[in-house]
């Protein structure tokens, strides 16, 4: 089975992240086949909407950490990077089915989502200042943006993670489903998007999602922060915490 399952129903195509022994941790490789797949869906005509979801009960636990540790190490790739600037810039609709964990880019990624499901034993969380890291994905701004000051400083800042039933309520989710109708009700969602006029619904979510060069400029000054931050000895000290957790 692949990390990252590509899978067409329809004019839906289904990405599911499949690593759950890792919590669906998203390693470069996993990056770049979400690259491809979300690359073709915008090339190919046929398809409509994307749908992102985890297997195993969990979204995803974000970015590898083992990863992120390596890329410093050997000044290596962050396929992560190139996997944000798409999913921002990616111009037909996403849906995301969310079971379980979702945390870092697992949460952020959801901001450029255009419509969010999740079950009741789902828990978001933001730890990138507890880790020494910085938010990205463009989250700084679309995030008080989307769920108001408050929240997002009591997520992105202080790391207090919040439950499905909080991310409706605060505008990040539309609904909690039971984990038994998740996947229906995204399917269902996704292609109902994907049947409507397709040059009125992209040019409609186009204005929507705001001015985009304002966010890729966003993500591109997070990335550079990132990318410091990751070298810093408080992230180091950090992930490498992480790693050697229960050794
Ligand atoms: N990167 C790499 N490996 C990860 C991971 C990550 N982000 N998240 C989980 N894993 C691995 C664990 O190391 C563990 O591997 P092992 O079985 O070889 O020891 C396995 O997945 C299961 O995770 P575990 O920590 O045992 O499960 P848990 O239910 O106790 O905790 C989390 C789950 C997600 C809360 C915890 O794993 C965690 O905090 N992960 C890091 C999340 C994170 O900070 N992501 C980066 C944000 S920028």
């Known amino acids: 089975m692949a990390d990252v399952e590509v899978a067409r129903t329809g004019a839906v195509l289904e990405l599911t992240l499949n690593r759950p022994a890792k919590k669906n941790a998203l390693t470069n490789a996993m990056y770049r086949a979400l690259n491809v797949a979300l690359h073709e869906a915008e090339r190919e005509q046929a398809i409509g909407a994307v749908l992102i979801a985890g297997a195993g009960g969990v979204f995803t636990a974000g970015n590898d950490i083992g990863d992120f540790v390596a890329a410093v190490a050997g000044g290596g790739e962050m396929a992560g990077a190139d996997f944000i600037r798409k999913i921002a810039a990616f111009p037909k609709p996403l849906v995301a089915a969310v079971d379980g964990l979702a945390v870092g880019v697992g949460c952020t990624l959801l901001l450029h989502c255009d419509l969010i499901y999740a079950t009741a034993q789902s ?53 909690v489903v039971a984990p038994e109708a998740l996947l229906a009700t995204a399917r269902e969602k996704a292609a ?41 000895p408080e992230a180091q000290a950090a992930l490498t915490a992480f790693l050697n957790k229960g050794k």
């Open 123 to 175: 828990r978001f969380s933001l730890p990138f200042v507890d880790l020494g890291l910085l938010p990205e994905a463009g989250s700084s701004l679309l995030l008080p943006r989307r769920v108001g000051m408050a929240r997002a400083s009591a997520w992105l800042l202080a790391g207090e993670s919040f439950s499905a039933e909080e991310a409706r309520e605060a505008g990040l989710a539309n609904a």
């Open 192 to 232: 109902a998007l994907a049947a409507k006029p397709r040059t009125a619904l992209m040019a409609a979510r186009k204005f929507m999602r705001g001015e985009r060069d304002e966010i890729l400029a966003r993500i591109d000054a997070e990335l550079e922060a990132f990318r410091k931050a990751l070298a810093s």
